[in-house]
């Protein structure tokens, strides 16, 4: 089941890095802007901005994670998790595309970068803090099983990279390489790219009710559980889908004709209840109980 107390962590984490990225990035625009005249600086500037607005985002879909089931939406509201996921990919990828902009610009016509080591100091400080705040979330993500605190996380880490890269292309062009500047944008707008189109692909299937690879692992593992049991005759995993960060679907045992109502409803706890201790993320299971050689689904 959900544990509400690390949700809740992971809300924090995504909200003060809100306030600590935008912070970031404003101050390494208006410097590549202002003195520097730096577009790796600046494109890493507007990445900050824009992994602030992710994390809004994520903020966000975490806010609607921790609401219970109402009479609109049975289910619960898992899959504002998913949603809030492909928003912020496709926020990812509207910079990528500016800062793509920005970087064949300087590279047809490239220019001096001023003050580049005071640029370098800027990045390499936001570089640290944010692989810092990226590989915390990353871990609380993976604990909870939240795609979108993932994403933030990966997203944070992949700003930490961008900020070393603008480090070293800063310190290249001091050296005599302008051009260095520009390249540095298009990895960083490549990389963003790659994040983006990778996390739309994933949430989209979630939304379709895909089931990948790892879902039907824990189907033969629910099939297993549930035939563990000697009442249990055999076991038919029927439907499973992916709803935010947890599995909901519906399996199918069979038992003995002789079976009582009351016998088949211990059957059905004592099931659930060692699906729910072996796999905690797997939630809204339906059991149906069918006598020996009937199937009903």
Same mark, same amino acid.
């Given at each position: 089941?959900? !544990?509400?107390?690390?949700?809740?962590?992971?809300?924090?984490?995504?909200?003060?890095?809100?306030?600590?990225?935008?912070?970031?990035?404003?101050?390494?625009?208006?410097?590549?802007?202002?003195?520097?005249?730096?577009?790796?600086?600046?494109?890493?500037?507007?990445?900050?901005?824009?992994?602030?607005?992710?994390?809004? &985002?994520?903020?966000?879909?975490?806010?609607?994670?921790?609401?219970?089931?109402?009479?609109?939406?049975?289910?619960?509201?898992?899959?504002?998790? !998913?949603?809030?996921?492909?928003?912020?990919?496709?926020?990812?990828?509207?910079?990528?595309?500016?800062?793509?902009?920005?970087? =064949?610009?300087?590279?047809?016509?490239?220019?001096? &970068?001023?003050?580049?080591?005071?640029?370098?100091?800027?990045?390499?400080?936001?570089?640290?803090?944010?692989?810092? &705040?990226?590989?915390?979330?990353?871990?609380?993500?993976?604990?909870?099983?939240?795609?979108?605190?993932?994403?933030?996380?990966? !997203?944070?880490?992949?700003?930490?990279?961008?900020?070393?890269?603008?480090?070293?292309?800063?310190?290249?062009?001091?050296?005599? =390489?302008?051009?260095?500047?520009?390249?540095?944008?298009?990895?960083?707008?490549?990389?963003?790219?790659?994040?983006?189109?990778?996390?739309?692909?994933?949430?989209?299937?979630?939304?379709?009710?895909?089931?990948?690879?790892?879902?039907?692992?824990?189907?033969?593992?629910?099939?297993?559980?549930?035939?563990?049991?000697?009442?249990?005759?055999?076991?038919?995993?029927?439907?499973?889908?992916?709803?935010?960060?947890?599995?909901?679907?519906?399996?199918?045992?069979?038992?003995?004709?002789?079976?009582?109502?009351?016998?088949?409803?211990?059957?059905?706890?004592?099931?659930?209840?060692?699906?729910?201790?072996?796999?905690?993320?797997?939630?809204?299971?339906?059991?149906?109980?069918?006598?020996?050689?009937?199937?009903?689904?």
């Amino acid at each position: 089941m959900r !544990n509400e107390t690390a949700v809740g962590a992971a809300e924090k984490a995504a909200g003060y890095t809100i306030v600590l990225l935008v912070t970031l990035g404003v101050i390494q625009v208006i410097l590549g802007e202002t003195v520097a005249k730096s577009v790796a600086l600046t494109a890493n500037g507007i990445d900050c901005i824009g992994d602030g607005f992710v994390s809004a &985002i994520v903020w966000v879909g975490l806010k609607f994670f921790s609401k219970s089931p109402d009479s609109k939406f049975h289910y619960g509201y898992y899959k504002v998790e !998913n949603l809030a996921s492909v928003a912020a990919a496709g926020v990812m990828l509207l910079l990528a595309a500016f800062i793509s902009y920005r970087a =064949y610009l300087q590279f047809t016509n490239p220019h001096e &970068i001023q003050v580049p080591f005071v640029g370098a100091a800027v990045a390499l400080i936001a570089a640290v803090i944010a692989w810092g &705040i990226g590989i915390q979330k990353f871990v609380k993500g993976r604990r909870l099983g939240l795609s979108s605190l993932k994403l933030d996380a990966v !997203n944070t880490i992949k700003d930490g990279t961008a900020s070393f890269l603008a480090v070293v292309a800063l310190v290249l062009s001091a050296k005599g =390489y302008p051009v260095a500047d520009a390249v540095a944008g298009f990895i960083i707008a490549a990389v963003i790219v790659s994040i983006g189109f990778a996390t739309i692909k994933e949430a989209s299937y979630m939304l379709l009710d895909a089931c990948d690879t790892e879902c039907t692992f824990k189907g033969q593992e629910i099939r297993f559980i549930a035939e563990e049991f000697p009442a249990v005759l055999s076991a038919h995993v029927m439907r499973l889908r992916w709803a935010g960060p947890v599995i909901q679907g519906e399996i199918e045992i069979e038992v003995s004709g002789t079976m009582t109502v009351e016998e088949a409803d211990e059957l059905r706890g004592a099931i659930q209840t060692k699906v729910n201790e072996q796999l905690p993320n797997v939630e809204q299971l339906t059991i149906v109980v069918v006598p020996h050689g009937k199937k009903v689904l």
